[in-house]
C-alpha cells in the first residue's frame, strides 16, 4: 500500500479516537473506551471504502486543488455514512449517534489539512528560487495572473517574482502568495529592480492590454513570453511557456472550430483541394486531413508545391488515401476526369492569383481566367460529380473592388452563386477573409527579407491599415463555413480590429532584436489598385449572424443573373494579350461594383 494512502487510514483512525473523545468531554469512561477500540476497524474501514470510492487515494498531495479538495469532501461523506449504517447494525448497546459527524468532519479536517501541510512544506523546500528556476513576471489582472499562476505554479521552470497590474489600485495586494509590484506603465523599471528579463503575458489574444505590452517593450531586451496554445498544450509534457509570437498582435482571440461536427461531417468522406500547394490551400489539407478523412485528393498547378505536401501528409497520416495531382483549374476536361475518378463529397476551391500590383499590370487577362474561368470549371464540376458541398476561398478585396484580382474574386463569387441555382443537389459557398499572416507573398515575409537585409522596411503609407488572420485561422474558417453554410451564401469573418502596416513592421524590427535607428522604414506611395483599407461587405449589404461567433452571413440582393456561357465567351475571346483598357471596361460591365483607382 502506498505511503499516502498508510496516512489517510492512520488520519481516519486517529479522527475515529478524537470523535469519541469529543463527543464525552475527553473523560472516556473503560466501557466507552473498549467500543471506542472495537469499532475503530469498521470506521477505518468504512471510511477507506468511500475514499477509495471516490478516487482519493489517486491524489498527488505536492499539487492539491480545490477539485481534489471537493473529491476529498465526497469520499468523506461516503465513507461516513457507511460507517453509520455499519456499525449502527452492529446494535452496539448505548452507542453515541453523535460520534459519526463528528467523525466525519474530523476525518475532512485532518486528511485535509495534511494535504495543505504537505504542499505547502513541499514549495517551501524548493526555496525562493530552485536551482534551474527562472524568475518571472505577470502581466495581467489579478484574474489573469491568478490563471496563470495556477497553470505554471509548481514547476520546476519558473519562479514567478511578482505581478504587474494594469489597475493601480492593486498595488500592494498579493495572489497566491505572489505580490503586485507595480503597473505595466513601470514594467521595465519594476523588471530592471527585480532583475527580472522574462515576462508572461498573461492577457488573452486580442486583449488591449497585450497589444500594448506588445509594442511598447518588444525589442527592450525583455524576453516576452505567452502560454502555449492548445496544440502546444495537447503535445507537451509540461506546461511550459512560448515566446510572443507576431499572431499576439491580431486584435481578437483566435478562432475556435465545432471540432465534434466537423469530424462528424468529414470523417471517412472524399475531399478535393484545389491550389493545395498554396499557404492556405497546403492548410486546409493539414485540417481536413486531422478530421479523418478517407480520400484526400490534392491539386495543384505547380509540382515544386505538391511535393512537399505529399511528403508531409504521408508522413503525418499514414492512414489517409492521398492523390496528388499536377493540374490547372483552367482546364475544365482535366479536373473534370479527376473529379469523375475519386467523387469528392466535399470541394474546397483555394487556387486563384492573389497578388494585387502583380495582377494589376501585364497579368490581368491571366486574373480572370484562373479566377473568375477556374472557379466556373470547378463549381460545374463539383456539381457534375454530384459533391455536396463546394466552398469558394474568396476575400475581402472582393468588396467594391479598385483592383483586377478584387473584381476578378468578386466575379468567381457571382459565378458561385449562379451555379447554385443550377446544381441544386450541391451547396455552394463562399467565404471572405482577410490578410494571411506569413502567407507567400505577404507583407511578413517580406518586411523579415528587408529586416535581414539591413533595411529599410518598406511600407506604401504611413496610415494604411489591413485585417489579419493566421493562416490555420484562414483554413479553419473555410471549413467550418463550409459545414454551416447553405447554397448562395456567402460568409465573411468577424476580424476584430484592424491593424496599421507600420505597427506591423515596427514590432517585426523589434522582435528581431534590432531598432528603427538601425532598420529604417520608409514610405514608398500606393500601388496600383491598393486601398488604404480593405471593407468587408458592399454597398446594399447587411450581414446576419449565425451559431459560431465569429462568423456572419452577408445578406444580398436579388439572386444573380449573370450569363455563365457568355462570361466563358467574353474570357476567351480577349486573346492572349487583351488591351488593358477594353479588360477593364468589360470587368466593370460585369461586376458593377468595380471602381478603379486612377493612378
Known amino acids: 500500500m502506498a505511503p499516502f494512502a498508510l496516512a489517510d487510514l492512520a488520519l481516519v483512525a486517529l479522527a475515529w479516537w478524537a470523535a469519541f473523545w469529543l463527543r464525552f468531554n475527553f473523560e472516556m469512561q473503560g466501557e466507552y473506551l473498549d467500543m471506542a477500540l472495537a469499532t475503530m476497524p469498521w470506521a477505518v474501514g ?6 477509495a470510492v471516490a478516487r482519493v487515494h489517486r491524489q498527488a498531495w505536492r499539487y492539491v486543488g480545490l477539485a481534489d479538495l471537493r473529491q476529498l469532501a465526497w469520499g468523506a461523506l461516503l465513507g461516513t455514512l457507511a460507517a453509520t449504517a ?17 467523525f466525519g468532519v474530523l476525518a475532512l479536517v485532518l486528511l485535509t489539512g495534511a494535504r495543505a501541510l504537505w504542499r505547502t512544506l513541499a514549495e517551501r523546500r524548493a526555496g525562493p528560487l530552485a536551482p534551474g528556476q527562472t524568475p518571472l513576471l505577470i502581466v495581467g489582472t489579478l484574474e489573469e495572473a491568478d490563471q496563470a499562476l495556477r497553470a505554471i505554479k509548481g514547476t520546476a521552470l519558473w519562479h514567478v517574482a511578482g505581478i504587474v497590474s494594469p489597475n493601480e489600485e492593486d498595488a500592494g495586494r498579493s495572489l497566491h502568495n505572489v505580490s503586485v509590484v507595480g503597473a505595466t506603465p513601470a514594467l521595465g523599471a519594476v523588471a530592471q529592480a527585480l532583475q527580472v528579463r522574462s515576462v508572461l503575458l498573461a492577457s ?42 507576431l499572431e499576439d498582435l491580431l486584435g481578437r482571440p483566435p478562432v475556435v472550430l465545432d471540432a ?29 486531413a486531422r478530421f479523418g478523412v478517407a480520400r484526400l485528393v490534392c491539386v495543384d498547378v505547380s509540382e515544386a508545391a505538391i511535393y512537399p505536401l505529399e511528403q508531409e501528409l504521408r508522413a503525418a497520416h499514414p492512414q489517409m488515401q492521398g492523390f496528388y495531382y499536377t493540374a490547372n483549374v483552367r482546364e475544365h476536361g482535366r479536373v473534370l476526369a479527376i473529379a469523375q475518378r475519386h467523387r469528392p463529397a466535399v470541394v474546397f476551391h483555394a487556387a486563384a492569383y492573389k497578388h494585387v500590383p502583380l495582377m494589376e499590370e501585364l497579368n490581368e487577362i491571366e486574373a480572370l481566367r484562373t479566377n473568375a474561368l477556374g472557379t466556373l470549371h470547378m463549381a460545374r464540376v463539383a456539381g457534375e ?40 443537389g450541391t451547396d455552394y459557398v463562399a467565404v471572405r477573409f482577410g490578410n494571411v499572416l506569413g502567407s507567400s507573398g505577404s507583407v511578413v515575409p517580406l518586411f ?37 453554410g447553405r447554397s448562395g451564401q456567402i460568409y465573411v469573418l468577424d476580424m476584430g480590429d484592424p491593424v496599421k502596416i507600420v505597427e506591423l513592421a515596427r514590432l517585426l524590427i523589434r522582435l528581431s532584436g534590432k531598432t528603427e535607428a538601425e532598420v529604417p522604414i520608409v514610405f514608398t506611395g500606393l500601388r496600383p489598385g491598393e486601398k488604404l483599407y480593405e471593407e468587408w461587405l458592399a454597398d446594399g449589404e447587411t450581414t446576419q449572424p449565425t451559431r459560431h461567433p465569429r462568423l456572419r452571413v452577408a445578406r444580398q440582393g436579388e439572386p444573380d443573373a449573370l450569363d455563365l ?10 486573346g492572349p494579350a487583351p488591351a488593358s483598357a477594353v479588360l477593364r471596361e468589360g470587368l466593370r460591365e460585369r461586376v458593377p461594383e468595380y471602381h478603379p483607382l486612377l493612378y
Not at 468504512?46 to 475514499?51: D, I, K, Q, R, S
Not at 531586451?221 to 495537447?234: E, F, K, Q
Open 46 to 51: 468504512c471510511m477507506a471504502l468511500g475514499l
Open 260 to 288: 465534434g461536427n466537423l469530424a462528424e461531417w468529414l470523417s471517412g468522406q472524399t475531399v478535393l483541394v484545389t491550389g493545395a500547394g498554396g499557404s492556405i490551400g497546403a492548410e486546409l489539407c493539414r485540417q481536413v
Open 385 to 424: 460529380c454530384g459533391a455536396a458541398k463546394f466552398v469558394l476561398v474568396s476575400t475581402d478585396k472582393a468588396v467594391n473592388p479598385t483592383n483586377v484580382m478584387g473584381a476578378s474574386k468578386r466575379l468567381a463569387e457571382r459565378v458561385v452563386q449562379r451555379i447554385a441555382s443550377e446544381y441544386t
Open 86 to 102: 455499519g456499525i449502527m447494525v452492529l446494535r452496539y448497546p448505548g452507542f453515541a449517534r453523535s460520534v459519526f459527524p463528528l
Open 448 to 484: 523579415t527579407a528587408q529586416i535581414a537585409r539591413g533595411g529599410p522596411v518598406t511600407v506604401t503609407h504611413p496610415d494604411i491599415v489591413r485585417y489579419f488572420m493566421t493562416i490555420p485561422e484562414a483554413a479553419q474558417l473555410v471549413v467550418q463555413a463550409g459545414w454551416m
Open 565 to 574: 456561357d457568355a462570361l466563358l465567351r467574353w474570357v476567351e475571346g480577349l
Open 204 to 245: 488573452p489574444p486580442g486583449a488591449a492590454l497585450r497589444r500594448e505590452v506588445l509594442l511598447r517593450w518588444s525589442g527592450s531586451g525583455l524576453n516576452l513570453l505567452s502560454m502555449p496554445v492548445a496544440d502546444h498544450w495537447l503535445s507537451a509534457t509540461a506546461p511550459d511557456l512560448r515566446k510572443v509570437e
